[in-house]
Antibody
Framework: EVQLVESGGGLVQPGGSLKLSCAAS????????MHWVRQASGKGLEWVGR??????????AYAASVKGRFTISRDDSENTAYLQMNSLKTDDTAVYYC??????????????????WGQGTLVTVSS | DIQMTQSPSSLSASVGDRVTITCRAS??????LNWYQQKPRKAPKLLIY???SLQSGVPSRFSGSGSGTDFTLTISSLQPEDFATYYC?????????FGQGTKVEIK
């Protein structure tokens, strides 16, 4: 059974830092790209960023809203992905989900939806 | 960035109704379109990928169609457990943008 468990959320002051963890089990973590998605209260889903596998050079990408402030990393030996959040703003207040990208290939095209999600961890940025 | 626009933002329907939600991309994305269902205080759940492929375990009353820029999610006969918010998402390019969501409520 695939499991993704986020931790590390909490209350932090504007300008502060927080590091979220996403512990994975039940699948080939080292071969999977991992994404972070956030959701402010009562709002929609916002893609935050992703990290690819070692085979893809651990390449990262970020939403414009967090680029330069957030960093995604992973430890394949621990089956864990991380989201380091610096210079936090009140607008970063949200539930943060980690999610696994899967790949389905057909007729020469490969599709990569997000199949499994963690339960989310709440980050509140407030003074 | 590719913008995803869903319509309507919300709808009211009764059990047994046929429900259709549309999603439009700001540029062509071929069939790189996914649909997710989210219930309150729960993580999203993948329903459909590649515009029309049903994820394993998802009831057959859910279906997706479209290609290019215009896509549709259809629930053929709405069930009580289907009242939720639905999101489209493009996986054509980074950033992986989502639509703003469509909330399906009980009439």
């Amino acid at each position: 059974e695939v499991q993704l468990v986020e931790s590390g959320g909490g209350l932090v002051q504007p300008g502060g830092s927080l590091k979220l963890s996403c512990a994975a089990s039940g699948f080939n973590f080292s071969g999977s790209a991992m994404h972070w998605v956030r959701q402010a209260s009562g709002k929609g889903l916002e893609w935050v960023g992703r990290i690819r596998s070692k085979a893809n050079s651990y390449a990262t990408a970020y939403a414009a809203s967090v680029k330069g402030r957030f960093t995604i990393s992973r430890d394949d030996s621990e089956n864990t992905a991380y989201l380091q959040m610096n210079s936090l703003k009140t607008d970063d207040t949200a539930v943060y989900y980690c999610t696994r990208q899967v790949g389905y290939c057909s007729a020469g095209s490969c599709y990569s939806p997000f199949d499994d999600w963690g339960q989310g961890t709440l980050v509140t940025v407030s003074s | 960035d590719i913008q995803m626009t869903q319509s309507p933002s919300s709808l009211s329907a009764s059990v047994g109704d046929r429900v259709t939600i549309t999603c439009r991309a700001s540029q062509r994305i071929d069939s790189y379109l996914n649909w997710y269902q989210q219930k309150p205080r729960k993580a999203p759940k993948l329903l459909i990928y590649a515009a029309s492929s049903l994820q394993s375990g998802v009831p057959s009353r859910f279906s997706g169609s479209g290609s290019g820029t215009d896509f549709t999610l259809t629930i053929s006969s709405l069930q009580p457990e289907d009242f939720a918010t639905y999101y489209c998402q493009q996986s054509y390019s980074t950033p992986r943008t989502f639509g703003q969501g469509t909330k399906v409520e009980i009439k």
